[in-house]
């Protein structure tokens, strides 16, 4: 089974990337994860992005492709994968359809988390983490025992600046205006399973089963 897992900031994507590698045993690739490691490896591709990425420079269209291309080739891959972040242009979904049939593989569902952007504002705006050790808490779902300081090793907790509402709205901005047309065009071509990204996680993940589960693996 082949997924693409679409959703803006906050939607709860890598949660339920999670839960399906778990109950589906295929794994989450991605494009974040994929870049690092091929730089780590020092594979072509992998340097190339290196360059970019040294200079703060987003990396090319061509290269984080090239870099999907090979990854997906991995035996990991033969039973199956989940795409997350990757493709968030047309242009990226058009090489997708163009690599997936030299390697015998096709899209079966992509799975879109839709959330009302208020709620998602509410959801990036409450997170606090902590100076000393990376912990994240949530001043709604996720309170500190005590306020303002983290429960594992009492350090002080801070918004970060990709937290503020101003940054996370000029985010969701940009996925609107870049990725959000994927959902169009995976919705002409039948692919799209939306689903309300509210309630419980689990209540979430038994949504997005339901839609898995209608097509035979």
């Known amino acids: 089974m082949n997924l693409i ?9 890598g949660t339920q990337a999670q839960l399906i590698v778990d ?12 870049l690092r490691a091929a730089v780590k490896e020092g594979t072509p591709l992998g340097k190339q992005a290196k360059a970019f990425m ?13 870099i999907m291309n090979e ?18 242009t047309i242009a990226q979904a058009e090489a997708l359809q163009t690599i997936l049939p030299k390697i015998g593989k096709s899209i079966d569902h992509v799975i879109n988390i839709d959330v009302d952007s208020e709620e998602l504002v509410r959801r990036l705006t409450g997170r606090r983490t ?4 990376g912990a994240m808490f949530h001043i709604l779902f996720h309170m500190p025992k005590q306020e303002g300081m983290c429960d594992r090793c009492g350090g002080t907790l801070y ?22 047309p994927l959902i169009e065009y995976y919705q002409v071509k039948n692919l799209l399973r939306s689903i309300r990204g509210v309630g419980s996680q689990g209540q979430i993940f038994e949504s ?3 839609q898995l589960d209608k097509t035979p693996r």
């Open 208 to 210: 997005i089963a339901h």
């Open 71 to 88: 990854r997906l080739r991995g035996p990991d891959c033969d039973s199956g994968f989940i795409l997350d972040g990757f493709p968030r």
């Open 23 to 34: 109950r589906y045993h295929i794994p989450q690739i991605s494009t974040g994860d994929i």
């Open 159 to 180: 918004q970060r600046d990709d937290d503020k509402e101003e940054t996370i709205r000029t985010r969701l901005k940009e996925y609107q205006r870049q990725t959000a």
């Open 5 to 13: 897992l679409l959703g803006p900031p906050g939607a709860g994507k």
């Open 130 to 133: 902590c100076q000393n050790c």
């Open 54 to 66: 040294d200079q703060g420079q987003l990396v090319p269209d061509e290269v984080i492709i090239g």
